[in-house]
């Protein structure tokens, strides 16, 4: 599949929640967009999923239009969406179970991925016995079961304590290593989108790209270590300025 | 911390108990209060001739028939009518007013109506059982049908579900932890619509033996009967305790907006 995502999208008069935004993503880039609360980051990536239709504009993927959810997409939401009343192997087999998977395969390819994200001996957990890492992981296995090509993610670690962030992050560029997929990852933390991201698009309050840039930092990547070296800083530094610029350039409208 | 305080907790309870029990005896033994209040003594023979002669097992059987009968019907009749009515947002916005309104009325006042249609027998105090545990069960069911939480839905969308997938994956489960959440509660409450109806109007069960023995003045026997009640309670209360614990783990939260309460 030839992932190139194309966004354009103009929102609504009343509220404009992105306003004609505009790229292509490439197959197997690891994207981040950043910006601040309420920039529209959060709606880019349910028009992506096709959770959310655009109300101008449109999304393509790989050439064809994008009307409603499809398979060959993960998508990680901030808040846990485990089903309470199934244990960690059988929510992670859910997406098997959604394509019609039959129950031996499912069962084999959802203890891979138990393995692959380090819950061995919590499969037959439920989720409220989880602590917040581990349900963490759980949802991480159950978007990866399915080998989507696209990966989806919002804020996945925000609600996280900074250890564990840092932890899962390392986790989940591991686990993106050179497997092709394509992330497009979206957060409000400036330092977590340079660390993990080939790419940085900073969304502005209004819902406009404001800055569009390349890291240029060598991969692997230990999201700790990178955070130290020069050139994270001259990253950081530019990029902040264009977030200020933004916010700044504006008269502060009352949402 | 807690396998020290436990022991502790219950040897005060039993000193509580105890110091109860002996304050009872000797207030009984003032002049004229055995008359009011009997006395431990008392009882304690009233409930060893009771259960020598047949009497307490069969009233307590009684009691008990009528209190599974109410709510095995009730709890099945509020998990179909939750699920019928659940999902169809217009006919519940249509018939709400009316179940509140049902609901709202106190379940005694409904006893004298249940003896013009079911006599005086067991069926009516098992029917009032009924009605009391139909409602919670009703309301947790419905709850539970309307108020998945959307994320959940929209996480399962985005695996590609079919409607079909959506209900049978998300909303059903939701509803029937919901459901069960109400069939839990009701359990106590099925004891006390059968126990009312046996007040009311009867020949048989721990309620008759309460209401006759008071009509004889015999405050001895009311007591043995309370206590009789009060441990059969108990029991049904250790029952919710133990369905809770087996259940706790995946049931979820149904936020009850519809019980009015």
Request: charged share 20%.
């Amino acid at each position: 599949m030839e992932a190139v995502g194309r966004v354009f999208f103009r929102g609504g008069v009343e509220q404009v929640a992105l306003d004609a935004v505009s790229l292509d993503i490439e197959d197997g880039s690891f994207v981040c967009f950043v910006g601040p609360s309420g920039c529209g980051k959060s709606t880019l990536l349910s028009i992506i999923a096709g959770l959310i239709a655009p109300t101008s504009g449109r999304v393509t993927n790989g050439g064809t239009a994008v009307q409603g959810p499809r398979p060959g997409v993960g998508y990680l939401t901030q808040k846990d969406t485990l089903l309470p009343w199934r244990d960690v192997l059988r929510n992670i087999e859910t997406p098997l179970e959604i394509r019609g998977v039959a129950a031996a395969e499912r069962t084999s390819k959802a203890r891979e991925l138990v393995e692959l994200v380090g819950l061995r001996g919590r499969e037959r957990a439920y989720p409220r016995e989880l602590s917040g890492g581990m349900a963490r992981r759980a949802s991480l296995a159950r978007m990866l079961v399915a080998d989507p090509e696209l990966l989806l993610l919002d804020e996945p670690f925000s609600a996280l304590d900074a250890q564990l962030r840092v932890e899962m992050q390392n986790e989940l560029l591991r686990l993106w290593g050179d497997s092709g997929k394509t992330v497009v990852f979206v957060t409000h933390d400036l330092d977590e989108a340079i660390a993990l991201g080939d790419r940085v698009v900073v969304l502005g309050a209004r819902g406009r790209i404001v800055r569009d840039e390349r890291i240029e930092l060598a991969r692997p990547r230990d999201v700790v270590a990178i955070r130290r070296s020069p050139e994270f800083h001259a990253i950081e530094a530019r990029l902040w300025e264009a977030l200020s610029a933004d916010r700044y350039a504006e008269p502060a409208t009352v949402s | 911390m807690n396998a020290k305080r436990t022991p502790r907790i219950f040897a005060w309870r039993l000193g509580l108990f105890l110091a109860i029990v002996a304050v009872w005896q000797a207030l009984s033994a003032l002049h004229g209060m055995a008359f009011y209040i009997s006395s431990p003594s008392a009882i304690w023979l009233r409930e060893g001739q009771w259960l020598a002669d047949g009497t307490l097992l069969f009233h307590t059987s009684i009691t008990v028939e009528e209190t599974l009968g109410g709510f095995v019907l009730g709890a099945v009749a509020g998990v179909v009518a939750g699920f019928v009515i659940g999902p169809q947002r217009e006919l519940g916005e249509v018939v709400d007013p009316f179940i509140i309104a049902v609901y709202s009325i106190p379940k005694v006042a409904l006893a004298p109506l249940f003896i013009v249609w079911f006599g005086v027998g067991i069926w009516m105090k098992i029917i009032l059982a009924t009605v009391t545990v139909f409602f919670i069960v009703f309301f947790n069911t419905v709850a539970g049908v309307r108020n998945v939480d959307p994320d959940l839905i929209n996480a399962v969308w985005l695996m590609g579900a079919s409607s079909r997938d959506v209900l049978l994956k998300v909303i059903v489960p939701h509803a029937l932890s919901a459901a069960l959440t109400g069939v839990r509660i009701s359990i106590p409450y099925a004891l006390i619509g059968a126990v009312v109806g046996e007040l009311i109007a009867s020949n048989r069960g721990i309620g008759y033996l309460i209401s006759s023995a008071a009509s004889q003045f015999d405050t001895a026997g009311v007591f043995a009967a309370l206590i009789v009640l009060t441990i059969l309670a108990t029991i049904l209360n250790a029952l919710v305790n133990f369905v809770d614990r087996r259940t706790s783990v995946w049931k979820v939260d149904a936020n009850l907006s519809l019980r009015p309460n």
